[in-house]
């Protein structure tokens, strides 16, 4: 029996997806690649609702957040971080590394960023330069509404720059880029796109080109100028993840046969399934409000009595079932399910059946938990 992979990153892949990268190497500098970077990047702004250039990196989701920063501030410049979670604070501490001089605006563990504090953050200073959002927070499984908090800081400031970390959510859930007027938006390869790490995505505005242009912190690899003109030449500066290209092409011409508003519907379905599911059983999900709760990931309160790792390991070690675990102040509190990319409700259905089975032999009551 295969693993069923329930964490929100690294995600499964489809066979053809993992056959693609057991290809033979081809040079990076030639005409076959510069076809599957071509084809790639036009796909990829599909996906991405948007006319922006888009650069593909190969790294990790972190180094998507590290090459916003560096390509858009420089020392001392003012930005407005709004965090709900882990990943918001990731991105500020990153700015804050290279002489970003941060204010955070946090929110409670399980609530999104309201659009009203916002704005009325941008209002009280008018130093600030960029606007630092996550769209999903994957630690605590609540999606902001990126619309209402794009609209509402343009509504003060027209041509602020707002960078946003989309990873766990551009590709599984509506992020029209055009539409909300957003600057810099970057995703991952091992999230909602079906493919194993390696490759970041990035969409990048006219107007955050204009600041790649003033900005003076220090980079190198993550240059967004040399990767866009080495795009031009149907390239990348530095050897790619070749392999992960190949993948990604296979991938998203799955996902172009699916089409976006089904990838769209069926994330919306599937967060429902598993929403109703984990409530069916007695358990809390962590955002207080549902109309916030991720489509992409669910984060589930541990119930009394239970220990969360105990969980987990009975979960992974005698369902065949991975869970994620919580992070930074929610490590041991809650576990995670991941549902995006390649998923379905049987998927989830086999999940929730080893649960049944696995919760009350780690202490579960659902009459304590209901009390
Ligand atoms: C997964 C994730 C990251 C980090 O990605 P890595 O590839 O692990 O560096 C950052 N932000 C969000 C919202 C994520 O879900």
Same mark, same amino acid.
């Given at each position: 029996?295969?693993?069923?992979?329930?964490?929100?990153?690294?995600?499964?892949?489809?066979?053809?997806?993992?056959?693609?990268m057991s290809r033979q190497m081809i040079n990076h500098r030639g005409p076959e690649f510069q076809e599957i970077i071509t084809r790639i990047t036009s796909s990829l702004q599909q996906f991405f609702e948007t006319k922006n250039d888009v650069l593909t990196l190969t790294s990790a989701g972190t180094g998507a957040i590290e090459a916003a920063v560096v390509n858009t501030f420089s020392p001392?410049?003012?930005?407005?971080?709004?965090?709900?979670?882990?990943?918001?604070?990731?991105f500020a501490d990153i700015a804050q590394t290279y002489g970003v001089n941060v204010e955070k605006l946090s /929110?409670?563990?399980g609530t999104a960023a309201d659009p009203d504090a916002v704005a009325a953050a941008l209002k009280?200073?008018?130093?600030?330069?960029?606007?630092?959002?996550?769209?999903?927070?994957?630690?605590?499984?609540?999606?902001?509404?990126?619309?209402?908090i794009a609209k509402a800081i343009r509504g003060v400031r027209p041509d602020i720059l707002i960078l946003v970390d989309a990873i766990s959510s551009l590709g599984s859930v509506p992020l029209p880029i055009d539409a909300w007027d957003l600057d810099v938006v970057f995703t991952g390869s091992q999230k909602g796109w079906m493919v194993p790490p390696g490759m970041a995505m990035v969409a990048v505005s006219q107007r955050a080109w204009k600041a790649v242009d003033q900005a003076r912190i220090p980079r190198y690899y993550f240059d967004y100028k040399k990767a866009k003109s080495y795009l031009?030449?149907?390239?990348? @500066?530095?050897?790619?993840?070749?392999?992960?290209? /190949?993948?990604?092409?296979?991938?998203?011409?799955?996902?172009?046969?699916?089409?976006?508003?089904?990838?769209?519907?069926?994330?919306?379905?599937?967060?429902?399934?598993t929403r109703d599911s984990v409530k069916a059983m007695g358990l809390k999900i962590v955002p207080g409000e549902e109309r916030y709760a991720s489509n992409t990931v669910t984060a589930v309160w541990?119930?009394?009595?239970?220990?969360?790792?105990?969980?987990?390991?009975?979960?992974?070690?005698?369902?065949?079932?991975?869970?994620?675990?919580?992070?930074g102040p929610l490590t041991g509190k809650? /576990?995670?399910?991941?549902?995006?990319?390649?998923?379905?409700?049987?998927?989830?259905?086999?999940? /929730?059946?080893?649960?049944?089975?696995?919760? @009350?032999?780690?202490?579960?009551?659902?009459?304590?938990?209901?009390?």
């Open positions: 029996m295969s693993v069923n992979l329930r964490i929100p990153g690294p995600t499964p892949c489809p066979d053809d997806v993992l056959q693609a001392g410049d003012r930005a407005l971080c709004v965090s709900i979670g882990v990943f918001g604070d990731r /929110f409670d563990q009280k200073d008018a130093s600030f330069k960029a606007v630092l959002l996550t769209h999903n927070e994957t630690s605590t499984g609540v999606t902001n509404d990126l619309g209402a031009e030449k149907g390239q990348t @500066p530095w050897t790619p993840a070749v392999s992960v290209y /190949f993948a990604m092409d296979v991938a998203l011409q799955k996902l172009q046969k699916e089409g976006l508003k089904n990838i769209h519907e069926r994330h919306a379905r599937l967060g429902q399934f541990v119930p009394d009595g239970v220990d969360g790792p105990a969980l987990n390991k009975m979960m992974r070690t005698e369902y065949n079932t991975v869970l994620a675990g919580g992070q809650i /576990f995670r399910i991941g549902h995006l990319g390649f998923v379905s409700q049987e998927d989830l259905q086999a999940c /929730f059946d080893a649960l049944k089975q696995a919760l @009350p032999r780690v202490g579960y009551s659902p009459v304590a938990a209901a009390r």
